[in-house]
Nanobody, 125 residues
Framework: QVQLVESGGGLVQAGGSVRLSCAAS????????MGWFRQAPGKEREFVAA????????YYADSVKGRFTMSRDNAKDTVDLQMNSLKPEDTAVYLC??????????????????WGQGTQVTVSS
């Protein structure tokens, strides 16, 4: 089992940057594929980015490609999401998720077994 805790959210102006971090506790973090999702008020949970257990493969939503970068450090049991050129439409609660093994579809929230509580990111115009 894995416990996930996100940090790094806050209020930022449009065009600015924020770095989110997700700390994992539990066993065998390096065997988990990881994802970031976001949920804005009144909207469905939305895929943002995912990374394989080794860090060799990443996936991004079209809406964030070129602006966001996901990385992981298996020695520290953390995954990060560097968010640049932020837009007001990026405002949401950002959630970290973990899946044991490999995905069939990294963009599907159904793939993931464990979730953090989320961290709020608010982008002002």
């Amino acid at each position: 089992q894995v416990q996930l805790v996100e940090s790094g959210g806050g209020l930022v102006q449009a065009g600015g940057s924020v770095r989110l971090s997700c700390a994992a506790s539990g066993r065998a973090f390096s065997s988990y594929a990881m994802g970031w999702f976001r949920q804005a008020p009144g909207k469905e949970r939305e895929f943002v980015a995912a990374i394989s257990w080794s860090g060799a493969t990443t996936y991004y939503a079209d809406s964030v490609k070129g602006r966001f970068t996901m990385s992981r450090d298996n020695a520290k049991d953390t995954v990060d999401l560097q968010m640049n050129s932020l837009k007001p439409e990026d405002t949401a609660v950002y959630l970290c998720a973990a899946e044991k093994g490999a995905w069939d579809d990294p963009r599907s929230s159904d793939e993931y077994d464990y979730w953090g509580q989320g961290t709020q990111v608010t982008v002002s115009s």
